[in-house]
């Protein structure tokens, strides 16, 4: 199985079914355009042209073949950690550049399979209903898509490869749970 998420939903699910870490999206999230461009350009992606880099508050990024930027959101630098420490889903390391490398080559050697891509829209960076609506149109559904949002436009658009989940918060009455319905659209 290859989940490709723009956030840490993928590697929720892949910790919670136990499955082998298949791509170097999971634990990262990535900024809507970067995502958007990435899924329509898939096949054409040369994984191995990426470089990593850090911001000036130490947070590290992927970026590949100029089409994703993954933000490597819990990756830490830790001066005082001199072997990796997982701790609250995070993990430190003083060598935390070397342990995202050799993760990313490690995920990119097992990405065999052709991808599902999840989008969650309300829990992204920069999605809105406008490039949701846009990009909806525009993708030829090579691969299917679970799109997690709160925009019932999406509900418009009809691609048997396409899964809208539409999640809204209910009132508080409710316990705050989490009303879910799900739509499997067929042509």
Not at 35 to 42: P, Y
Not at 139 to 148: E, G, V
Request: hydrophobic letters at 35%; charged letters at 25%; aromatic letters at 16%.
């Amino acid at each position: 199985m290859n989940l490709v998420a723009n956030n840490c939903v993928g590697g929720c699910f892949y910790k919670d079914e136990n499955l082998q870490y298949t791509n170097p999206f999971i634990w990262t999230a990535v900024h809507a355009p970067y995502f958007l461009k990435g899924i329509k350009n898939w096949d054409n992606i040369d994984w191995l042209n990426y470089e990593i880099y850090k911001d000036k508050d130490w947070n590290f990024f992927i970026k590949i073949d100029d089409t994703f930027i993954l933000k490597c959101v819990h990756f830490i630098f830790s001066p005082h950690d001199s072997t990796i420490r997982k701790a609250n889903g995070m993990i430190y390391y003083n060598k935390i550049w070397e342990y995202i490398n050799d993760t990313y080559l490690k995920r990119i050697e097992r990405m065999k399979e052709s991808p599902i891509f999840i989008i969650d829209w309300e829990k992204c960076l920069d999605f809105t209903e406008e490039n949701q609506n846009e990009f909806l149109n525009s993708y030829d559904f090579k691969y299917p898509i679970i799109l997690i949002t709160n925009l019932h436009s999406a509900l418009q658009f009809k691609n048997d490869k396409l899964y809208v989940i539409i999640d809204e918060h209910v009132s508080s009455q409710s316990n705050g749970a989490t009303e879910i319905q799900t739509r499997n659209h067929k042509k």
